[in-house]
């Protein structure tokens, strides 16, 4: 997906595993090697950002919270806003909720109630896609503002998982496939 051939395996030689983070039995993937390097950074953020040039994109949502540290620069690279799509409680102003189910309970993301307006066209941006349920709950919201969904950008897709199918594989790009 990548036009720099190089970008695969330098990501590859700085992402982290860290076993059993924050518990037992998950594999946490710690991208802040990628963030500390200036250079491999920008060229995540170019990459993550390269099949929406030209699609008009004037809202990047960044999903709480590693969504945040790859969605705002995206945004910038995109000449559009950005909209953080934060864990119920965080946001100061009116919002708008999304509950979906985990697992094990349910959680919830929301957004500000103004932050996209109709017909805008909105990228969602997250560093890893797993079973997609935040991301889909994140594009329901986007839906129920009035957005137009234009896609998904992952740093990666844990493709066991079966995420992209749950979202639609033809919206969602990512830069390294697990």
């Known amino acids: 997906m ?15 595993d860290v076993p059993d983070f924050p518990k037992p039995g998950i594999v946490f993937k710690d991208i802040t090697p990628v963030l500390a390097n200036p250079r491999l950074f920008g060229r995540v953020v170019n990459a993550m950002s390269a099949p929406f040039r030209g699609q008009h994109i004037t809202k990047v949502v960044g999903v709480e919270s590693r969504g945040f540290l790859l969605g705002a620069p995206i945004a910038l690279a995109l000449d559009a806003g950005f909209v953080p799509a934060r864990k119920p409680g965080k946001l100061p102003h009116r919002r708008i909720i999304e509950r979906y189910s985990l697992e ?7 957004m500000h109630e103004d932050a996209i307006l109709q017909g805008e066209r909105v990228l969602i ?15 329901r919201l986007v839906q ?13 897709t844990l493709d066991f998982l079966e995420g992209p199918k749950r979202l ?3 919206k969602v790009t990512s ?4």
């Open 168 to 170: 639609g594989p033809d």
């Open 144 to 156: 129920r503002l009035g957005g137009q969904l234009v896609g998904f950008s992952f740093l990666m």
């Open 175 to 178: 830069l390294l496939s697990l």
């Open 125 to 139: 941006v997250d560093d890893v896609l797993a079973t997609g349920g935040t991301a889909d709950a994140t594009a």
């Open 2 to 16: 990548s036009l720099d051939p190089t970008l695969v395996p330098d990501l590859q030689a700085v992402l982290r």
């Open 104 to 110: 094990y309970g349910a959680d919830g993301v929301e």
